[in-house]
């Protein structure tokens, strides 16, 4: 349980101490110091040239999420003319996608990054930088449900209720009906990553070249042919994916994309942006059209100047071999065509999209291979916002503050918003008071499943779901949402993907190629796609400002 001086702003030491403890009960205090040295940002990039040194140096960033933004945040400490592109018109962060249901910003939900994980310490330098306000999402009691092959439970740490009235629906061997559910869990997604030597679990969060044979073999199975090699019945893995659906979307994936999520506990003690996870990007954003901003303590005249052209979709990049000059060639919101030339580029967009982009000459045929097969995985959020707060007013399936349901529905799950979990005015946190629940977060083919038809009757089932979970009447909820929204990633035009997720033998493949520079060392890579946390803001954040230090390395030899 998170202590109540921790609910807001945490130290490092505080986090750093959450950290501990959880790796100490989870068996692996050795790991604590190989996660926090390899989630820590890179170095400055003033260690590799001085301030004011790439005057009149060009630099074009395609992308405007988290990894394009603090790219262009510490290249501009070096007074480079920077200029970003983003092909979204109307608004900035990639996926950072924070929707808000009033004008006072009072009431909003996530489409994008949810969770802020204690050990992202890359994600909290910037936080900590901007002086961004957090707060935990850990409920003091999860009391939040299970619900599954029709059966309602309340979420146990134990787990003794899934054992009692989950495990007779299932065909479980006798070994397996033996296992606590806790030991079920460890020993279907743990083993192989506690089979590995702590110096071989670092390798989870290193792009390397070659892999050692032990840890790579692990990456080239799925999370199914895992849990078959070591002997689960079918019946168990059914079992599994049906209390655990971000697991059943992951059965197909590299078994890496669990380890990593279990090596750095990427799911214990996690945080959000105060306000909403928008104001991250914001926070970049202001810096950079800021003249003179604080967060630098630098005179102003040796930052550099930065151009941020949203609504301008980059189509081509070339590298004609008598010129050493990087051209891009994009689109204006208007659809007039223009090129522009750099001396550096870093490429921030998902492969889903540069796919799309014309590149002339072709980069290395592995990269181009990785553009064409890199996965990303599909995710579909639902967001109500709610007249009143319905999961806060039944005793016995509801007054849930805060925390995840989990369901094998199609909606696979509901996250409830955090703002009642301690309240400083108990008057003001009734259940009467409205509220944005996430409705149905899924993701994998049940994401899909719910989208691709009728939006009335997407709302529906979704709605009808719901109700089913928290044992309501049908058509409870019909009156009780004032307004809703869906954000399929899947259909977003500049994302195709919500993010990447490697299939079996995709990192040893192309992690190391992916990341590479191009045309010279002229054109750098960046983003969650090509970092060794996909999916999460430390992957764009650390990949961003990592690539600012290559630059910077490159100009001055």
């Not at 009149?56 to 070096?78: P, V």
């Not at 204690?118 to 994600?123: A, D, N, P, Q, R």
């Not at 629906?169 to 009906?177: G, P």
Request: negative net charge; hydrophobic residues 35%.
């Amino acid at each position: 349980m998170i202590r109540q001086d921790l609910f807001t702003n945490p130290t490092d030491e505080q986090r750093h101490q959450l950290l501990r403890d959880s790796l100490n009960r989870a068996g692996r205090p050795e790991d604590y110091e190989n996660i926090l040295e390899l989630l820590s940002p890179p170095p400055d990039i003033t260690e590799y040239a001085s301030p004011g040194s790439l005057k009149n140096t060009t630099i074009g960033i395609i992308g405007g999420g988290l990894a394009g933004l603090s790219a262009a945040y510490e290249l501009r400490k070096l007074g480079a003319n920077i200029t970003l592109f983003d092909a979204q018109g109307d608004r900035l962060g990639g996926r950072i996608y924070t929707e808000y249901f009033d004008e006072a910003r009072q009431y909003f939900g996530e489409f994008g990054a949810l969770r802020i994980p204690v050990s992202h310490e890359t994600t909290w330098h910037y936080i900590n930088l901007f002086h961004l306000n957090t707060e935990s999402l850990a409920a003091p009691a999860s009391n939040n449900i299970i619900y599954a092959h029709q059966i309602r439970l309340r979420r146990q740490p134990s787990g003794q209720n899934i054992t009692e009235q989950l495990y007779p629906q299932y065909d479980l061997t006798e070994a397996e009906a033996e296992m606590s559910w806790p030991e079920l869990t460890d020993y279907a997604l743990d083993t192989l990553l506690n089979r590995l030597s702590p110096e071989m679990r670092t390798e989870i969060l290193k792009i390397l070249p070659e892999y050692s044979n032990e840890y790579a073999g692990i990456t080239k199975m799925s999370t199914r042919q895992v849990m078959e090699m070591l002997g689960l019945s079918q019946e168990a893995i059914n079992l599994l994916s049906a209390v655990e659906p971000f697991t059943c979307a992951l059965l197909n994936a590299s078994h890496d994309e669990v380890m990593s999520g279990t090596y750095s506990l990427d799911f214990a003690n996690v945080y959000r942006i105060r306000g909403g996870m928008v104001r991250l990007p914001i926070a970049f954003y202001q810096s950079l059209l800021n003249e003179n901003p604080p967060e630098y303590n630098l005179s102003p005249d040796l930052l550099g100047k930065v151009s941020i052209r949203l609504g301008q979709s980059v189509t081509g990049i070339s590298n004609p071999s008598n010129i050493d000059r990087v051209t891009l060639r994009y689109n204006n919101s208007n659809g007039s065509e223009n090129t522009e030339s750099f001396d550096y580029v870093i490429c921030t967009i998902p492969f889903s999209t540069l796919r799309e982009v014309e590149v002339t000459p072709f980069f290395s045929n592995q990269k181009m291979q990785a553009i064409k097969e890199l996965n990303y995985i599909d995710a579909q959020k639902t967001l109500f916002f709610c007249k009143e707060r319905f999961w806060e007013k039944n005793a016995d399936y509801g007054r849930m503050n805060g925390g995840i349901s989990f369901t094998d529905l199609p909606i696979q799950s509901i996250v409830y918003p955090p703002d009642h979990l301690r309240c400083e005015s108990p008057e003001n946190c009734t259940y009467d008071t409205p509220g944005v629940l996430l409705a149905s977060y899924n993701l994998g083919p049940d994401a899909l499943r719910i989208s691709n038809q009728n939006a009335l009757r997407r709302f529906d089932l979704i709605k009808r779901n719901v109700e089913e979970v928290h044992d309501l009447p049908g058509g409870y909820l019909d009156t009780l949402i004032n307004s809703h929204k869906t954000v399929h990633w899947n259909d977003e035009q500049w994302a195709r993907g919500a993010f990447a997720v490697n299939n079996p033998g995709q990192k040893v493949n192309f992690s190391y190629a992916m990341l590479q520079p191009e045309y010279d060392n002229k054109v750098f890579f960046a983003g969650e796609h090509v970092s060794t946390k996909p999916g999460w803001m430390q992957g764009a954040l650390y990949t961003g400002k990592a690539a600012a230090n290559r630059v910077a390395r490159q100009d001055i030899r």
